[in-house]
């Protein structure tokens, strides 16, 4: 969407989407003007009033400093007060690059009950508000709740008071003004995210639309890339690969919180070993508790085994993928236990070799460590995971995952 940067010597023309009730007024100053300020509250009503003078459509071209005059505003404010008109849905800006214009449209404010639904609006407002005016504006806009329970609907249709001519029905079309609600824009970099999903192999047909307004919202809400959003989308998914939509709210708030890093999650690649290439996919998609829980068959993971976790993703920035393959090469190497103090030196060493991805962390554990030292180099081909190995540890985290799909212990 390109950006053209609005001067005073611009004309625009105004139209609406709604016709704006008095009710609406209400709401515009009691809801959006804490949140919009006053020169975009006053810009709105200066735009209502101009276009009060037609029925539909202001026909004559003004420029905006005609606009700048009569609030007595510089074009900076002027400029603001339309963005912040634009962000929250009030109109929208179209421009003709042809005759070089723009058209203003107008939108009903949303309705008291969708404005409170919407975590954006209703979280900037108790913030801007603080609690007490918030609470005493929800009240304002609230009405007392009446049991129906004792009661029976005994009004009347259509068809008890009028007679029904099917003869009658006017077909034509008509050019009157509905009630068209503003949303809110939302910025999100759809194409990175569309990208982003398919580096992960993430089916879209996983991805509901109610699922993507999700997404847009919490990106938005907690300031997340869309590629960051990506790699959460990737830690939501459950056992059937579909969006864990309360995992999605939770891993949001932990990466804003910077209590997560999402950003080393790596990008799908292809080795030309296909087992390979499905291990290392499936250490990137599963979370480490639970993939540390399918190597214990099962078994309780021990309060020390949480904590190195979150060291390991806290302290060295790891990805549950570097993670999964770093508990797998230990117990591999350990006889299938986990000491800690082993882990977090191998760790150490993996954080000073730059280890950014999963096929960083296999390359450096499974080759590169394997060098370091003449005893270890005699053990290169025992350290190098095989077909064989891959297979038997895909074949239990397979079984693994079978078992608690159908409830199994």
Same mark, same amino acid.
Do not use: W
């Given at each position: ?64 400093? $005609? ?87 005994? $009004? ?254």
């Amino acid at each position: 969407m390109s950006k053209i940067v609005i001067e005073e010597n611009h004309e625009y023309v105004i139209c609406t989407e709604s016709i704006i009730s008095s009710y609406d007024r209400k709401i515009l100053t009691r809801l959006y003007q804490p949140l919009i300020g006053s020169i975009a509250f006053a810009l709105y009503e200066t735009f209502l009033s101009e276009f009060e003078f037609d029925k539909t459509v202001t026909s004559l071209k003004r420029p905006f400093k $005609s606009l700048t005059k009569i609030m007595n505003v510089g074009i900076d404010d002027f400029r603001l007060a339309l963005s912040k008109l634009e962000g929250t849905g009030l109109i929208k800006s179209l421009f003709n690059k042809k005759e070089n214009y723009f058209l203003i449209e107008l939108f009903s404010p949303n309705t008291p009950s969708s404005f409170f639904d919407s975590p954006l609006l209703d979280s900037k407002l108790h913030k801007q508000l603080g609690n007490d005016e918030y609470q005493r504006t929800k009240q304002y806009f609230s009405f007392a709740i009446i049991s129906k329970t004792d009661f029976e609907d005994v $009004s009347n249709s259509y068809n008890d008071v009028y007679d029904f001519d099917i003869n009658a029905i006017f077909n034509g079309s008509t050019n009157q003004v509905s009630k068209k609600r503003g949303s809110v824009r939302l910025s999100f970099d759809q194409e990175a995210f569309d990208l982003r999903i398919k580096e992960l192999q993430i089916s879209k047909s996983h991805i509901s639309k109610d699922d993507l307004e999700n997404i847009i919202m919490y990106a938005n809400c907690y300031n997340i890339a869309s590629v960051d959003m990506a790699d959460i989308v990737a830690r939501s998914l459950n056992s059937e690969g579909h969006i864990d939509i309360m995992m999605l709210k939770k891993l949001s708030e932990s990466k804003m919180n910077g209590n997560v890093n999402v950003k080393t999650i790596s990008t799908i690649k292809n080795t030309g070993n296909m087992k390979l290439d499905e291990l290392i996919t499936y250490y990137n998609m599963t979370n480490s508790k639970q993939f540390l829980l399918s190597k214990n068959n099962g078994s309780p993971i021990l309060p020390s085994q949480l904590t190195l976790i979150e060291s390991l993703r806290n302290i060295y920035k790891f990805s549950d993928g570097i993670i999964n393959c770093l508990l797998d090469y230990v117990l591999n190497k350990n006889d299938g236990k986990i000491s800690n103090a082993y882990v977090e030196t191998i760790a150490s060493s993996m954080k000073r070799g730059n280890v950014s991805d999963t096929y960083n962390a296999y390359e450096y554990l499974y080759k590169t460590k394997a060098k370091q030292s003449k005893q270890e180099e005699k053990d290169t081909n025992s350290n190098q995971v095989s077909d064989k190995d891959i297979e038997e540890s895909l074949r239990k985290l397979e079984e693994f995952r079978r078992k608690r799909e159908n409830g199994e212990n």
